[in-house]
């Protein structure tokens, strides 16, 4: 898990959204992955999203959600806010595909 969330939080660190497909392999690796990953990488994970303002596929937010509840109790409220603020965000995006593939 630590890998994964690192490659994503890298790209949103740049701000350099990747290629459609490979945020396909990148959601297929990662969504087993996501009941292992620890707080650190749960928000690495959404907060990445959020600045590519990328939309990932319905099953990665229920599975990302389930486990950012999960491990509520041990983030700092600062994280908890943050995590919070960019899972909104993403779920107000649009569903769709556009042309810009933003929905994943």
């Known amino acids: 898990p630590q890998q994964l969330a690192n490659i994503l939080w890298a790209f949103g660190k740049l701000k350099l959204p ?9 959601l297929d690796s990662s969504e087993p992955c996501v009941q292992f990953m620890n707080e650190k990488q749960l928000a690495d994970v959404i907060v990445a999203f959020g600045r590519l303002s990328i939309r990932p596929r319905e099953s990665f937010l229920v599975q990302w959600n389930n486990e950012f509840e999960r491990h509520l109790a041990a983030m700092s409220r600062e994280t908890r806010n943050v995590c919070t603020k960019e899972f909104q965000k993403l779920v107000s995006l649009r569903s769709s595909n556009s042309a810009s593939f933003r929905s994943f």
Do not use: G, K
């Open 18 to 26: 990747p290629h459609a497909q490979f945020l396909e392999t990148w």
